[in-house]
């Protein structure tokens, strides 16, 4: 099975990289954090790519 990401939404501050980078995996709900809405929706690359930019650590790959 593919891996999934999650959002920490106590870290989480908005900033919306993540959903720029990953627009069908990542979105900002009305709390101002972002979710994952799909987590097979962008390649893995891509999704590690927002892990690794997210400046608060907040996202990481479900065991
Ligand atoms: S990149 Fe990190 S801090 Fe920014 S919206 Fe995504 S999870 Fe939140």
Known sequence: MAKEPAVDQEKCIGCGLCTS?????FELGADGKAHVKNPGGD??????????????KAISWKK
């Open 21 to 25: 980078i990953c627009p069908n995996v």
């Open 43 to 56: 390649a893995e690359q891509k999704i590690q790519e927002a892990i690794d930019g997210c400046p608060v």
